[in-house]
């Protein structure tokens, strides 16, 4: 089945340092990948999605030049965490699927980043 | 964004024990998905929904589209202890803006052996 790698699975950086996290379809081609954050014992929120080829659309609230989506190709997409603060401190998950298949809207996800900003 | 209204919250039921949960929302998804999510890993596929009305099983889990394509539910069977964890229903759409995929609140679920 479909695999979505996510790297890496955790990190720790200093408060004002910038964050990047990747998030590879390894055995497909994904046009589409969407990007949550999650604190504990709650939901993910989902914070952008991004198109190949096409700039993310951002949820509301969420801000754009903090939260940078690179959709670089259709096996990867990056999220860069910028200016870091200990409140952006959360787990951060991907999900993409494949396009190939037009009636499957199962999104795979990666396995989480956990993010810790100190 | 969106999110999902799901409930119960949690659970607390004896090994043995039949299981059911739910997911509301004010607008319309095309397809319904539930997940179940171990703990510092992603959430893994159980169930995809595409059709309002489709009632899919999968071993032990049943879930149902509802008709109104606003709601689903998920149900396990004679729950065991590796059912442990929380479970997410998901709902896609497809938009003018593109794609749209939100969760459910989750509903944690523990079984006493």
Not at chain 2, 66 to 76: A, E, M, P, V
């Given at each position: 089945g479909a695999v979505v790698s996510q790297h890496p699975s955790w990190v720790i950086c200093?408060?004002?340092?910038?964050?990047?996290?990747?998030?590879?379809?390894?055995?497909?081609?994904?046009?589409?990948?969407?990007?949550?954050?999650?604190?504990?014992?709650?939901?993910?929120?989902?914070m952008a999605t991004s198109n190949e080829g096409s700039k993310a659309t951002y949820e509301q609230g969420v801000e754009k030049d903090k939260f940078l989506i690179n959709h670089a190709s259709l096996t990867l997409s990056t999220l860069t965490?910028?200016?870091?603060?200990?409140e952006d401190s959360s787990f951060y998950i991907c999900s993409?699927?494949?396009?190939?298949?037009?009636?499957y809207y199962g999104y795979t996800f990666g396995s989480g980043t956990r993010l810790t900003v100190v | 964004?969106?999110?999902?209204?799901?409930?119960?919250?949690?659970?607390?039921?004896?090994?043995?024990?039949?299981?059911?949960?739910?997911?509301?929302?004010?607008?319309?998804?095309?397809?319904?998905?539930?997940?179940?999510?171990?703990?510092?890993?992603g959430p893994v596929l159980l169930i995809a929904l595409y059709k309002a009305g489709e009632l899919t099983s999968n071993g032990r889990l049943t879930a149902q589209f509802?008709?109104?394509?606003?709601?689903?539910?998920?149900?396990?069977s004679a729950s065991i202890p590796?059912?442990?964890?929380?479970?997410?229903?998901?709902?896609?759409?497809?938009?003018?803006?593109?794609?749209?995929?939100?969760?459910?609140?989750?509903?944690?679920?523990?079984?006493?052996?």
């Open positions: 200093k408060s004002g340092t910038s964050v990047k996290i990747e998030c590879r379809s390894l055995d497909f081609q994904a046009t589409t990948m969407f990007w949550y954050r999650q604190f504990p014992k709650q939901s993910l929120m989902l965490v910028t200016s870091a603060h200990p993409a699927r494949d396009f190939r298949d037009s009636e | 964004g969106q999110q999902l209204n799901q409930s119960p919250q949690s659970m607390f039921i004896q090994e043995g024990e039949d299981v059911s949960m739910n997911c509301t929302s004010s607008s319309i998804f095309n397809t319904w998905l539930w997940y179940k999510q171990d703990p510092g890993e509802g008709i109104t394509r606003k709601d689903s539910f998920l149900n396990i590796s059912d442990v964890g929380i479970y997410f229903c998901a709902g896609h759409r497809v938009m003018s803006t593109g794609n749209q995929f939100y969760f459910g609140t989750g509903t944690s679920l523990t079984v006493i052996p």
